[in-house]
Structure formats: structure tokens, C-alpha cells
């Protein structure tokens, strides 16, 4: 099975060629990402219309760049993936839409993936992990703990009721003066920083309720910032240390949290797991605080390679792959209409009062 993917929904054009040749481990033959970040650095966030824009002008090269470091052609590939939502919506116009010429032009069925399933799977792609197993997703648009127990089967068991984990990362930069993206500068500072120096806030550590939330993180940083303005290097160096350590902290018992429930709702799984995705999973001391649990608790911890836990299209070629070989290609996907809200789990209410806010929602 050859599955071409494509992933447009946010910052990233990308393609990639997933290979599955019968009961053999999957096969990356290539995985094309290019990176708007540049584009969008000066606005100190991504702008949808530029995003959009240069999806068009980059598809088509990134998609035949695919194919060349496959050695596939169109003729090889067994159906075309494109990731549908959730996302920036004029981002997944133009991978839909490309996708569904292709597909209309090889004569190849096409799938309709869901970013989130593409994320959830990753780890069975580089890890050949078994379901059920427990997933923390935390990247600049969303931070979710899910319970993937079968292709399509995913349960939310927390999710944010403010800002993402990466959203809170780069606005603390930005305050800060840092430069854009936030994450990687906010933690390249706290490596020089005192991070019991600002005793902040750990949003809902203890918390009955599972959810996440970080809003009030992020103003008690505005706050400690402006009361010791003008910041030296070793302010700005300290509140991130401190900042990182409140993050950490607050994530470690949430995800605690969720283990303990996975441990009663799984009984007989013999070594349960926690995965990561998302660029914050980037994050060494979030990496070692999560680790950390995970032994406490006995799963084992599972961080695929950061290419493919940040937005790539082989996360959405394995999907593509994954729904065909379970018979859930889904039917009539050519008038699949892009959704820029789609969530994962449509059991499992929107929380009140919340809503995913940036261009990353
Ligand atoms: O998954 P990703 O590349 O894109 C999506 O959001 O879909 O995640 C990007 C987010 C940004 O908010 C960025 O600041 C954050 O991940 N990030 C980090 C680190 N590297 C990237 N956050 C904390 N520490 C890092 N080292
Ligand atoms: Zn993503």
C-alpha cells in the first residue's frame, strides 16, 4: 500500500509517501516539509491570508518533491490523504483542493484525514504501537489528552479551557521581547535561569476536573514582568526558568491524573503507554517532568522523532493508510467540504465558556 499525504492545515506545506508492503514495519519513502515560519516572524504569529498564499505558491513543488524522493509515481500510489481539518481554513482549501484534483486526475481514491487522527496515530507509524494507549498532544494549537483505542475510536479526557501550551509559550516570548516562534527561545533562556526565582501559578494542579488551562499563567508572568521593568537578560532569563517549571509542573499532574484513569478504564493492558506530539513535546524539561511520571506510574513513554510530531503529511499518508486497510476510507470524500473546527472526539462536549482562539484554533 503506497498512500500520498498532504498537510496544509496551519504553517506548514507538506507532503509525504508512506509505504506499507505486508506485514513489514511502514516505510517513510519521503516526507517534504516546508516551513512558513519566515513569512510569518515579522507578525510575531501566523497571518491566515499569508499562510493561505503561500500554500498555493509551494504546493505543487512540495508535492512533486514527494514523488521524486519516493521514486513513486502517481500511477504507484493507492489513494491520496489530505488533511480536511481542523484548521486555517483557506490552508485546507488549498490541500483539499489539490488533493482532490490529483486523485481526480490518477483516478485514485481519496481520503479526508483529520489533523488530530493524524497526530494520534503517529506513534503505530514510528513505534508500531498497539491501541489502547494514551496521547498528549500539545502544540501551538491545541493541548489534549485523548484515549486512542482504535482507528477512529478516540476519547478527549482533557483538553484547554483558555489558551494552548505552545499559544502560552509564545505569547510569554513575545512579552518578553524573545523572538518568534517562542517556545524554542523561551526554553534556550530558562537554561540560563533561576526557576525558583517567580513562584507562579500551576493552573489546575489538583484539580478534580481533568482539564487544562494556562491564561492565568500567562498574565501572572505580565505581572511579575512589569513590576521589575526594564528586564536585564537574567530577568528575562529567571521568569522563563520559572515559567517552564509552572508549565511542567501543572502538565505533570494533569497527566498524571489521566494515567491513574487509563490504568482503571484498561485493566488488562499489559504496558500501557503515553504518547507525545506537538512542537512543545520538543521541550526538555517537559520531556523529562512527563518521563519522569510515566515511570512512577509503569507506562511506557513514547516521544516520536520531533520531525514527526510537529505538522508533517507522513502523520496524514499513515492515517490515509490506516482508514484504508480498516475499511473506513470513508465514501464520497470527493465532496468532503474543509472544516476549520472538527474535533476528534465528538462524543465529548466543547467545554463551556471555551474556544481554541488564534490562528491556530
Ligand atoms: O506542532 P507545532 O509545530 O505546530 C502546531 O501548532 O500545529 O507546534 C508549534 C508550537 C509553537 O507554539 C512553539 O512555540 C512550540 O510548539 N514549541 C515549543 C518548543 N518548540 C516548539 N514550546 C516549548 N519548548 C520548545 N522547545
Ligand atoms: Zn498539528
Given at each position: 500500500m503506497r498512500v500520498l499525504g498532504i498537510e496544509t492545515s496551519c504553517d506548514e506545506t507538506a507532503a509525504s509517501i508512506v509505504a506499507l508492503d505486508g506485514g513489514s514495519a511502514p516505510e517513510i519513502l519521503s516526507n517534504v516539509v516546508l516551513s512558513q515560519i519566515e513569512e510569518h516572524a515579522a507578525f510575531g504569529g501566523v497571518v491566515p491570508e499569508i499562510a493561505a498564499r503561500a500554500h498555493v505558491e509551494a504546493l505543487d513543488g512540495i508535492v512533486e518533491a514527494a514523488l521524486t524522493d519516493s521514486a513513486v509515481s502517481l500511477d504507484e500510489v493507492d489513494a491520496v490523504a489530505a488533511t480536511a481539518g481542523p484548521g486555517l481554513v483557506g490552508g485546507l482549501i488549498v490541500g483539499l483542493m489539490t488533493a482532490k484534483a490529483i486523485a481526480a486526475a490518477a483516478n485514485k481514491p481519496l481520503i479526508a484525514i483529520n489533523h488530530l487522527e493524524g497526530h494520534a496515530l503517529t506513534a503505530r507509524l514510528t513505534d508500531g504501537l498497539d491501541f489502547p494507549y494514551l496521547l498528549l498532544l500539545v502544540s501551538g494549537g491545541h493541548t489534549q489528552i485523548v484515549a486512542v483505542r482504535g482507528v477512529g475510536d478516540y476519547q478527549r479526557w482533557a483538553t484547554t479551557i483558555d489558551d494552548a501550551l505552545g499559544e502560552a509559550f509564545d505569547k510569554t516570548a513575545k512579552m518578553l521581547g524573545l523572538p518568534y516562534p517562542g517556545g524554542p527561545n523561551v526554553e534556550k533562556a530558562a537554561a540560563k535561569g533561576d526557576a525558583s526565582r517567580f513562584a507562579f501559578p500551576r493552573p489546575m494542579k489538583g484539580s478534580a476536573q481533568p482539564d487544562f488551562s494556562f491564561s492565568g499563567l500567562k498574565t501572572a508572568v505580565r505581572q511579575a514582568a512589569t513590576v521589575i521593568a526594564p528586564l536585564s537578560d537574567q530577568d528575562v532569563a529567571d521568569i522563563c526558568a520559572s515559567f517552564q517549571a509552572a508549565v511542567a509542573d501543572a502538565l505533570g499532574d494533569r497527566v498524571a491524573r489521566a494515567l491513574a484513569r487509563f490504568r482503571k478504564e484498561f485493566p488488562d493492558k499489559a504496558k500501557p503507554a503515553l504518547v507525545v506530539a506537538g512542537g512543545v513535546a520538543a521541550n526538555r524539561t517537559i520531556k523529562a517532568t512527563l518521563e519522569a511520571r510515566c515511570s512512577k506510574a509503569g507506562f511506557a513513554f513514547v516521544a516520536p522523532p520531533q520531525k514527526l510530531c510537529t505538522d508533517n503529511a507522513a502523520m496524514i499518508a499513515w492515517a490515509g493508510i490506516e482508514r484504508l486497510r480498516a475499511g473506513?476510507?470513508?465514501?464520497?470524500?470527493?465532496?468532503f467540504a474543509p472544516r476549520s473546527r472538527w474535533p476528534l472526539?465528538?462524543?465529548?462536549?466543547?467545554?463551556?465558556?471555551s474556544g481554541r482562539r488564534g490562528a491556530k484554533a
Open positions: 473506513m476510507a470513508g465514501e464520497n470524500a470527493a465532496d472526539d465528538s462524543i465529548s462536549a466543547p467545554l463551556v465558556g
